[in-house]
């Protein structure tokens, strides 16, 4: 049973980092996306500069909550596995 645990806790951790690095990768590249085209509309047209702020910024906040879902998803299968317990015994040496 030890074993087992560990091993899927393992596999959790290791899920939730590559979940972590995708979601960031893929909000990186979006972002990175906004912001050259919010850069061109202000130097096309300056006069809706602020136009074009308001919306590139509710823009990024939606990516960005993407990441922070990722994140949150993360924390669940890091923090909430039904073996945590076992896992934390293992690793503090309780459980001998």
Same mark, same amino acid.
């Given at each position: 049973?030890?074993?087992?645990?560990?091993?899927?806790?393992?596999?959790?951790?290791?899920?939730?980092?590559?979940?972590?690095?995708?979601?960031?990768?893929?909000?990186?590249?979006?972002?990175?996306?906004?912001?050259?085209?919010?850069?061109?509309?202000?130097?096309?047209?300056?006069?809706?500069?602020?136009?074009?702020?308001?919306? +590139?910024?509710?823009?990024?906040? +939606?990516?960005?909550?993407?990441?922070?879902?990722?994140?949150?998803?993360?924390?669940?299968?890091?923090?909430?596995?039904? +073996?945590?317990?076992?896992?934390?015994?293992?690793?503090?040496?309780?459980?001998?």
């Amino acid at each position: 049973m030890e074993a087992e645990a560990l091993k899927f806790f393992i596999a959790c951790v290791t899920a939730a980092g590559f979940g972590i690095a995708i979601a960031a990768f893929g909000c990186g590249i979006g972002q990175g996306l906004g912001l050259k085209a919010a850069a061109e509309g202000v130097a096309r047209n300056p006069e809706a500069s602020g136009k074009i702020t308001v919306t +590139m910024l509710i823009g990024l906040a +939606m990516i960005e909550s993407l990441c922070i879902y990722a994140l949150v998803v993360a924390l669940i299968l890091i923090f909430a596995s039904p +073996m945590t317990a076992t896992v934390t015994g293992l690793l503090t040496g309780a459980g001998h």
